[in-house]
């Protein structure tokens, strides 16, 4: 198997008439029909100018343009694809951070990134549906005038970047990422190759596209084998298995908030079940709870493999094998990138030996784009360092202990908030938890948790911290523990532990 080093030369692993992308309502694309669409976006971006390493956002909500926009527009120029829940002032900062040159919407949009547009002389390009020519089909239009020839036109090249994103920024101002062809090009065979997946195998895509495991989980590693992808509008716990019935899946891959919330609507939905037998189901972007695994594994009757990823690996860095040894509570080995454990020093460590994680390979960024003081603290001899806490077994196996910024200094004494989740998620009324650092004026930091319940049942504050306190170390037991009907998460899904205490206004 020849190995592709663009997003283009990805679309060369499907037989012309195999289904590329499906949805709801429409006829499939072919992966003739995909590689033609390319194509023609190629041309038509170059008609309007843009070329190879232009920046051009994309804000479309979830389904299959927004999949089929992305590849075409990665292989012309550089894709940026945006958030379209954002607000103008943050369409106005990413749009602005990144030089865009352009922004794609959907005919018809009244998205406040077109106002953003026109204050900054973007030019914009409305994306019009062609659902008679296949799912995801579409043609593009501009109104811009005065047009000049792209200084790079044609099809882009391995080390061209294909696409941008910025880090989620939790504690600083977001950092740019670039990922080249070659990046996403080899981390989609990674994660192909780590999940045995082949023309046969039909992934349901429920993950938001402008987020790094969506885009690269979610779409191109199936594309990378010649599969395809049945694209929704994005998640609904509610619609998930009519979803299920229509595109009859062999896989899904999720973040852990969405596999609690279909877990927990699988009792109802066994006959779909049933008849749609999925091969795995793929977590990522966060840890999911052993409890969940279990449940997951009862309900679908089917393994679940917890991958590892960040953006700046083109998502994925470590898998739990199919069909191999899987350690629960590990997130596998490593599946692409050569992956160390390293001291604040520099040195690299031992088996068994807690430092930060850190990787290097064809899928990691190269560095950030115009930031010399984050580079010089995110690399080291080479090696990209994650900001994740963790160990190496004998074996290769990979622990996440936590993430740096988020272990929690209770006077010196360190909490890994991971571990507090695990112990409360064994309490039988618990659904989901967040442990958090919150201020304290003496020790300067606490511990503290927020909790949903499952449906029905009860549990009070001391109820959970006296169950906390037999399993825990005192000062690891959350002084407050919050009981909420849900927990704020990020735009992708995502709970988020840095900055929880402000939003709860407990700092």
Known sequence: MTTSTTLHDLLKAGADQAPAIRASGAEPLTYAGFRTLVLRTIARL?????????????????GPEMATAFVATASASTAAPLNPGYRADEFDFYMSDINTKALIVEEGSTSPAIGVAEKRGITIITLKPDPAHGAGAFTLSTAATGR???ARPGPADSDDTALILHTSGTTSRPKIVPLTHGNVAASASNIATALNLTADDRALNIMPLFHIHGLIAGVLAPLSRGGSIFCTPGFNALKFFSAMEEAAPTWYTAVPTMHQAIVGRANHNRETIARHKLRFIRSSSSSLPPQVITELEAAFGAPVVEAYGMTEASHQMASNPIGGVRKPGTVGIAAGPEVAIMDPEGNLLKAGEVGEIVIRGDNVTAGYENNDKANGEAFTN????????????????????????????RGGEKVSPREVDEVLMDHPAVLQVVTFAVPHDKLGEDVAAAVV?????????????????????NYKVPRKILLLPEIPKGATGKLQRIGLAQKLGLA
């Open 453 to 473: 319940l499952r449906e029905g049942q009860e549990a009070t504050e001391r109820e959970l911290r006296d169950f906390a306190g037999e399993r825990l170390a």
């Open 382 to 409: 080479s090696w990209f360092r994650t900001g994740d806490q963790g160990t190496i077994d004998a074996d290769g196996y990979i622990t996440i202990t936590g993430r740096l910024k988020e272990i929690i200094n």
């Open 46 to 62: 170059n008609e309007f100018g843009i070329g190879r390493g232009d920046r051009v956002a994309i804000v479309l909500p979830n």
């Open 148 to 150: 000049e020839q792209p």
